[in-house]
């Protein structure tokens, strides 16, 4: 059995620049930071009848890869030339569709653990890249780059996307201390409700995809979201968080006018509230929008904050920056016993062959 760890993320700046119809005109840039939640994917070795099995929201047993119904999943084997007799289960520290990655998640997690099976080495820009063919060219998912390579690379990462679509990575490393007090006055509320970024971003890719009139109120809010962004980067590097919390509202105002989805009525009201109440400086609708987590900076004692989203059903999501990306934390044969690995390498330092 082979058991990969892959972080969810949460985007700082630059979010919707990752998009092909974006990056191909104007190149892409996002600023992104690994969570400690994250995506497990567990493989098995073929049984003796030689079926598929998968385990995820539902259950799937077939006996080829063709009749595969998760199309990630159906799409990774055939990517690896397995056929059948494999068994595939997944769990999640955080649910579905709540804008942190858990597709890629997913996805990322899973090509890792092929590779393991086969006992061949890869790199984390290797496996962001064949996780983003699978998703953008073999799927046709309107979707970006960024996922995946956060699944990948996790920690605190800046993501130069290039008018080809090449991506150049970067670590961003910071004081443990300074860390600390980003993430404490980062507040993440859960909204209870999920959705399909899918939808949400098929607006944006039609419209820049489209004439000019359709094309400008979206290309003008990503153009000023992208030089956010590099702003989020500059005043997170040099520790001006209220800043930050400043810029991340303007990006928030940015955001909002490309899509009738992104946001609603309902959570401007309670933003607006805690900005004018409890001192918030600035937050966003968390991934596409449209539902998930709502992202809040909070330079003030928080838990005044904190009872009020509480009242309004939006409990607080406690977490930390994850350092690494997708990890290989188990692989044993049958006749071994389990044996888990906490300090178990990444992707691109690991030789990927037993260990």
Not at 233 to 241: G, K, Q, R, S, T
Not at 304 to 322: S, V
Not at 331 to 338: E, R
Request: proline share 3%; charged share 25%.
């Amino acid at each position: 059995m082979i058991i990969t760890r892959t972080p969810f993320r949460v985007t700082l700046g630059g979010g919707g620049t990752d998009l092909p119809s974006y990056y191909e005109k104007h190149g892409g840039f996002i600023f992104a930071m690994g969570i400690d939640k994250y995506m497990y994917v567990m493989t098995n070795p073929p049984g003796v009848d030689r079926k598929i099995r998968l385990h995820y929201t539902q259950s799937e047993v077939v006996d080829h890869v063709s009749e595969v119904r998760h199309e990630l999943a159906r799409e990774a084997l055939r990517f690896h030339g397995i056929e059948d007799g494999m068994e595939i289960s997944s769990m999640a520290d955080l649910p579905a569709g709540t804008g942190v990655g858990s597709s890629s998640c997913y996805l990322v997690g899973l090509l890792l653990a092929l590779h393991q099976y086969r006992r061949d080495f890869v790199s984390l820009e290797r496996l962001a890249e064949e996780a983003c063919y699978i998703e953008l060219n073999l799927l046709e998912k309107p979707i970006g780059k960024q996922d995946q390579y956060m699944a990948a690379f996790g920690g605190l990462t800046v993501l130069e996307i290039m008018h080809n679509g090449e991506v150049e990575v970067r670590q961003v490393t910071m004081r443990e201390s300074a860390i600390n007090e980003l993430v404490n006055h980062t507040h993440i509320y859960y909204t209870g409700l999920n959705r399909n970024a899918v939808s949400v971003l098929e607006d944006q890719n039609a419209a820049m995809r489209g004439n000019a009139s359709a094309r400008m109120p979206v290309e003008t809010s990503l153009n000023g979201i992208k030089q956010l962004g590099y702003e989020i980067l500059d005043a997170i590097e040099h520790e001006n968080f209220d800043d930050w919390g400043r810029l991340l509202h303007r990006h928030w105002e940015h955001k909002r006018r490309m899509s009738g989805k992104i946001s609603a009525s309902a959570w401007d009201q309670i933003y607006d509230e805690a900005r004018e109440r409890f001192g918030v400086l600035g937050g966003k609708i968390m991934g596409a929008g449209g539902g998930g987590f709502l992202m809040l900076y909070c330079p003030a004692d928080g838990r005044a904050l904190e009872d009020f989203m509480r009242e309004r059903g939006m409990p607080r999501l406690y977490y930390d920056l994850e350092r690494e990306g997708a990890k290989t934390v188990a692989n044993v044969s049958s006749t071994q016993s389990m044996i888990i690995h906490p300090n178990a390498t990444s992707a691109g330092r690991s030789a990927a062959a037993g260990e």
